[in-house]
């Protein structure tokens, strides 16, 4: 079936815009990802999803950065008056559930602040 | 909360032989622990996993082992191949509904 998909692939924007960027999960997958991945960087995590519910949003880097879900299908992730350092790629995962299932990513947004 | 550190951070070796990377981590609740491979200006993908439960785990040309008393666990990579270049990830998660966390990543170069 269809993997995760992440939309826009690319994003450039002006310093001081909002951006909203968008997941679609796997088919049946409850739990769902943001990660942000600077250039030649590791994986940071930024919130997750079970259901429409967020447990865990310690990773949201600044009061800029929100994000919701709806039910157990699309999430958006919002970044409100961009600077320069939120450029980076934001990668989405979802899973059958929490717990010790496998994540499978999405290709990422790539985003660029001017 | 959970740290995983990987080492070394770069890797090179020659075509055929074999390529161990390490990763330690922090917690000891941590039950789950996934590989994942990144090639350039692609996806993670996930390529073994191994849980708490089990010392070793083995796929072909990888293998996973898993060291729950020294907190480390290693990826094995046998007759490395020149598409085995790529930045590996390892992950640990502690718990159900406890977030993965990763570590920065190592970079395998195979020469051929």
């Known amino acids: 079936g269809a993997g995760v998909s992440q939309s826009p692939s690319n994003k450039v924007t002006e310093k001081g815009k909002d951006v909203e960027l968008r997941c679609d999960p796997i088919?049946?997958?409850?739990?769902l990802y943001w990660y942000r991945q600077r250039l030649g960087q590791g994986l940071e995590f930024l919130i997750y999803?079970?259901?429409?519910?967020?447990?865990?949003k310690s990773g949201l880097p600044s009061d800029r950065f929100s994000a919701e879900r709806t039910g157990e299908s699309v999430s958006t992730l919002t970044i409100q008056r961009t600077q320069q350092e939120d450029s980076a790629v934001y990668l989405c995962?979802?899973?059958?559930?929490?717990?010790?299932?496998?994540?499978?990513f999405g290709d990422g947004t790539r985003l660029s602040i001017l | 909360g959970e740290n995983v550190e990987q080492h070394p951070s770069t890797l090179s070796v020659q075509e055929g032989d074999s390529a161990v990377i390490k990763c330690t981590y922090s917690?000891?609740?941590?039950?789950?622990f996934p590989w994942y491979k990144q090639e350039l200006g692609k996806r993670p993908q996930l390529i073994i996993d191994?849980?708490?439960?089990?010392g070793e785990k083995k796929d072909q040309r990888i293998a996973v082992t898993l060291n729950k008393t020294a907190k480390h666990f290693s990826l094995h990579i046998t007759e490395t191949q020149p598409e085995d270049s790529a930045v590996y990830f390892c992950?640990?998660?502690?718990?159900?509904?406890?977030?993965?966390?990763f570590g920065k990543g190592i970079t395998l170069s195979v020469r051929p």
């Open positions: 995962a979802s899973s059958l559930k929490t717990g010790n299932q496998p994540q499978h």
């Open positions: 088919s049946g997958h409850t739990a």
């Open positions: 999803f079970q259901g429409n519910s967020a447990p865990d």
């Open positions: 917690d000891s609740a941590s039950n789950y």
């Open positions: 191994i849980r708490s439960n089990v």
């Open positions: 992950a640990a998660r502690a718990g159900a509904n406890s977030k993965l966390t």
